[in-house]
């Protein structure tokens, strides 16, 4: 009966579970599992998609097993095809190092510090020889590896596929030999590289590992999944005012697959959409506690999220300034006759990303200084007058200049 129990919490949620039965069995002898998941250090930052598959690993340690995480120090710089229509940049070995601080840091904001092995796959793959990598290459085959969707389009539509790529998921599923996995968690475009990885174990001697994916949690922008370089992501570390912020953008369709994923409430969409009908709740409300809920979750001293709640109301409802506002100095080399074009103000400030994308949003009249609209693309100004101006882009975007 425990057992039961056990399968249907940790399966909870998941889209894939190959197979359940395996999973069933492997908890009814009694023992910790070792359940394996991978983290190719490529960004900088964690976000609520990818915290989706932390906390079903973080599920796993508060059932007694040990979660056992996997830095692609190595693999990272070879890059995941997964869901790939182009071969994926190349990263620096002092990249890579960076963004794994970063992420070795953010996951204690999900995991626990008990039963968690952190392992890095330089360990066994830097030292892999030119004969290794051979034996490894020929565990499978050319057809096999077109089997997978990515490469199919990618190849059917005569893109290149790089060698090296072909390695990738033969190099993740070698980790799942060394580290002896009995599961292994992955988004669902990870099913095929966990598959792999079983069939290398039994080729190993190994008991196959359990394949368990979670949902890609859909963007904020509705349609695409989460990613920062997307921009429609929301950081885990993210000050609570910037996640409550961006959380009240969700479009309403995504409300139920966001309490479900995001939070661990459970909501179906049949269920949210009885509730709106029937007058017991709004969607406006729902994202209000949707955001309050992810705020206290990552940020969870004192009332964070009602605090950001406030702060979005006074600067939403009120059209107030924020209480607090980032500072940017200002580099004063690029005026010219006294003056710098506020474009270039907008562009040094993080708030455009080039002088020809700051003209437009000024004359699209999507720029504000001290609250005032510009809609001159030609504005300027001396440092001195810009010195303590707030500038402001669109809604949720602001910055105060300083002048050295």
């Known amino acids: 009966m425990a057992v039961q129990a056990d399968l249907e ?62 830095i692609g120090d190595f693999t990272a710089r070879v890059g995941d095809p997964s869901g790939r229509s182009a071969t994926r940049p190349r990263l620096s070995k002092e990249e890579v190092e960076s963004h794994a601080e970063t992420y070795l840091e953010q996951i204690q904001l999900i995991l626990s510090d008990e039963r968690l092995e952190v392992r890095r796959n330089s ?35 005569g893109a290149p596929i790089s060698v090296m790529e072909f390695l990738y998921p033969l190099l993740q599923g070698w980790d799942s030999v060394m580290v002896r996995a009995d599961v292994e968690l992955g988004g669902t475009d990870q099913l095929w590289n966990l598959l792999l990885g079983r069939q290398l174990q039994e080729q190993e001697g190994q008991a196959p590992q359990v394949a368990l994916t979670t949902p890609l949690l859909v963007g904020l922008d509705g349609t695409q ?104 100095v200002l580099d004063s080399s690029e005026a010219r006759d006294g003056q710098l074009f506020l474009a270039n103000v907008l562009r040094q400030a993080g708030l455009a990303k080039s002088n020809k994308e700051a003209r437009r949003l000024i004359a699209q009249g999507g720029v504000r200084r001290d609250g005032e609209v510009v809609d001159d693309p030609d504005a300027g100004a001396t440092p001195e007058e810009l010195d303590g101006a707030t500038l402001q882009v669109g809604r949720r975007r602001w910055v105060r200049i300083r002048v050295p």
């Open 9 to 70: 919490q940790l399966t909870s949620g998941a889209v894939n579970v190959v197979t359940e039965a395996e999973l069933a069995d492997r908890l009814g002898r009694g023992t910790p599992l070792r359940v394996k998941l991978g983290i190719d250090p490529t960004a900088s930052d964690i976000h609520l998609g990818f915290a989706v598959v932390l906390r079903k690993l973080r599920q796993f340690q508060d059932h007694g097993h040990t979660a056992v995480l996997i």
């Open 123 to 157: 360990e066994w793959l830097a030292t892999m020889g030119i004969e290794d990598v051979l034996r490894l290459a020929s565990r499978t085959t050319v057809a096999r590896m077109l089997e997978r969707d990515d490469f199919a389009k990618r190849y059917a539509s």
């Open 225 to 328: 999944k989460m990613s920062k370089s997307l921009g429609n992501s929301v950081g885990i570390t993210e000050p609570p005012a910037e996640q409550f912020g961006k959380l009240m953008s969700l479009p309403d369709s995504l409300i139920p697959e966001y309490f479900t994923h995001t939070t661990g409430e459970p909501l179906t969409t049949a269920e949210f959409e009885r509730a709106v009908r029937d007058g017991s709740i709004t969607p406006l409300g729902a994202k209000r506690r949707l955001a309050r809920t992810v705020v206290d979750i990552y940020h969870p001293e004192g009332d964070s999220g009602a605090a950001a709640e406030a702060e979005f109301d006074r600067v939403f409802k009120s059209h107030d300034a924020p209480t607090e506002i980032p500072e940017h």
